[in-house]
C-alpha cells in the first residue's frame, strides 16, 4: 500500500513550456485535491476532486488545469509555465469531506 | 535543501523534554482540526485530529489541546525525540460544499541532543 504517488520528484522547465503532473492514490478515497507550498507560508489549495468526475478550483487555480482521469489518478497541467509557477506541489486524498487528507511526497518545479 | 519554511517561526528544546506547539485558528465555524508533520523533503505526514465537540485528544506521545472560545490549538509532544524535528502545521476544516483546509504557515522544531 504505497498511500499517495507522485511523479516526477524534480522538474526543470523554461517559461512557456508545459507539463504535466502526476498523482495516484490507492487507498480507494473519493477526494482529490492539488496545493501548491511555497516558502513561509502554509499550502494553498489549486483545485480539487470532490469525487470521481467532478473537479472545482480552490484557491490558486489560475494557470493550472486538471483532469481526474478515474477514481485512482488526479493530474495537474501547466499550459505555460511561468517563474510565479516555482513551487512544490503536493497532491492529497481523502475518503471523503470531513475526512483527513494525506500527502503525497511533492513535486519539486523549478521554472526559469 | 528544503525551501518551505525558511522563515518560519522556530522552537528549539532539548531531547526529553516535552514540547507544546501553538495555533491560532481563524474561522469560529470550523469544526475539524488537523496536525500534520513535515520534514525536509517530504510531504505532510497525518499526526492527530480533533473535532469541534471535543477540547482534548491524546494519541501516542502526543495530545491536541483545543479553546474554542479564543480559538487556540496546541500540540503537546512529551519526550521529544530528535526524530521529532520538522515543520509542524495545524490545519481547521470549514464546513460547508467541499472538504476545505485551511493551513497554518507552521512551526520549525529543533530538538537538541
Known amino acids: 500500500n504505497a498511500g499517495v504517488t507522485q511523479t516526477p520528484k524534480f522538474q526543470v522547465l523554461k517559461t512557456g513550456q508545459s507539463m504535466t503532473l502526476q498523482c495516484a492514490q490507492d487507498m480507494n478515497h473519493n477526494s482529490m485535491y492539488w496545493y501548491r507550498q511555497d516558502p513561509g507560508m502554509g499550502l494553498r489549495l489549486i483545485y480539487y476532486?470532490?469525487?470521481?468526475?467532478?473537479?472545482d478550483k480552490g484557491e490558486v487555480p489560475n494557470g493550472y488545469n486538471v483532469s481526474r482521469l478515474n477514481k485512482r489518478e488526479f493530474s495537474l497541467r501547466l499550459e505555460s509555465a511561468a517563474p510565479s509557477q516555482t513551487s512544490v506541489y503536493f497532491c492529497?486524498?481523502?475518503?471523503?469531506?470531513?475526512?483527513?487528507?494525506?500527502f503525497g511526497p511533492g513535486t519539486r518545479l523549478l521554472v526559469l | 535543501g528544503e525551501s518551505v519554511g525558511l522563515h518560519l517561526p522556530t522552537l528549539s528544546v532539548q531531547e526529553g523534554d516535552n514540547s507544546i506547539i501553538n495555533c491560532a485558528y481563524s474561522n469560529s465555524a470550523s469544526d475539524y482540526f488537523i496536525w500534520y508533520k513535515q520534514e525536509s523533503g517530504k510531504g505532510p505526514q497525518f499526526i492527530i485530529d480533533i473535532r469541534s465537540n471535543m477540547d482534548k485528544r491524546q494519541g501516542q506521545r502526543v495530545t491536541v489541546l483545543l479553546n474554542k472560545t479564543v480559538k487556540h490549538l496546541s500540540l503537546q509532544i512529551a519526550a521529544t525525540q530528535p526524530g521529532d524535528s520538522a515543520v509542524y502545521f495545524c490545519a481547521e476544516n470549514i464546513p460547508g460544499g467541499y472538504n476545505k483546509l485551511i493551513f497554518g504557515a507552521g512551526t520549525r522544531l529543533a530538538v537538541h541532543p
Open positions: 476532486s470532490a469525487s470521481e468526475g467532478t473537479t
Open positions: 492529497a486524498s481523502s475518503r471523503g469531506q470531513q475526512e483527513t487528507q494525506y
